[in-house]
T-cell receptor, first 114, second 115 residues
Framework: ETGVTQSPTHLIKTRGQQVTLRCSSQ?????VSWYQQALGQGPQFIFQYYREEENGRGNFPPRFSGLQFPNYSSELNVNALELDDSALYLC?????????????FGQGTRLTVV | AQTVTQSQPEMSVQEAETVTLSCTYDTSESDYYLFWYKQPPSRQMILVIRQEAYKQQNATENRFSVNFQKAAKSFSLKISDSQLGDAAMYFCAYRSLNRDDKIIFGKGTRLHILP
């Protein structure tokens, strides 16, 4: 176990709805990254939060947004859900500083859009 | 932009045998990290091994070792004495040294272990 926890583990939503996924980072980590993993594919970088600010973004539309809180936990919000948003969403936490640590991944949230 | 390519969607190996998973990547950077991650059915991405590009020596972690060829941009994973618990998806991944430190993954290789 890595100490990175995600909730919920599974979720079913209807097209057009909004969803919020949550991630608790490992103790001592200050950075959270979110990835989308479609079935049969490798994870794709969505964005990263460092000290509560977005610190890099992949090729995802603005309806994918996020937050990082003072305790370094994070949320991923997706508005106007589309069928193609069905995927495993992975959160990874790490420490950025004079000596960066490895990224540790949570077990993911499986989102199904119907 | 950096890319990571895994050309073997699936592989099988007999228990106790050795298997090598292939990976190539493309980058214009000179310093970076390369990783192999394992993703079992539990879905959690587990770091298997890491290689710093500035190190010529190939990384080794117990039964897992890599063959890092920087000029050829090749990064293969060798699993010795394969065990049933090694069955999983394996992802080759790249990370640059810049601040946003996103990880770029290949599409993965599904490894089957035959008893």
């Amino acid at each position: 176990e890595t100490g990175v926890t995600q909730s919920p583990t599974h979720l079913i939503k209807t097209r057009g709805q909004q969803v919020t996924l949550r991630c608790s980072s490992q103790s001592g980590h200050n950075t959270v990254s979110w990835y989308q993993q479609a079935l049969g594919q490798g994870p794709q970088f969505i964005f990263q939060y460092y000290r509560e600010e977005e610190n890099g973004r992949g090729n995802f539309p603005p309806r994918f947004s996020g937050l990082q809180f003072p305790n370094y936990s994070s949320e991923l919000n997706v508005n106007a859900l589309e069928l193609d948003d069905s995927a495993l969403y992975l959160c990874a936490s790490s420490f950025q500083g004079p000596a960066n640590t490895e990224a540790f991944f949570g077990q993911g949230t499986r989102l199904t859009v119907v | 932009a950096q890319t990571v390519t895994q050309s073997q969607p699936e592989m099988s190996v007999q228990e106790a045998e050795t298997v090598t998973l292939s990976c190539t990547y493309d980058t214009s950077e000179s310093d970076y990290y390369l990783f192999w991650y394992k993703q079992p059915p539990s879905r959690q991405m587990i770091l298997v091994i890491r290689q710093e590009a500035y190190k010529q020596q190939n990384a080794t972690e117990n039964r897992f070792s890599v063959n890092f060829q920087k000029a050829a941009k090749s990064f293969s994973l060798k699993i010795s004495d394969s065990q049933l618990g090694d069955a999983a998806m394996y992802f080759c991944a790249y990370r640059s040294l810049n601040r946003d430190d996103k990880i770029i993954f290949g599409k993965g290789t599904r490894l089957h272990i035959l008893p």
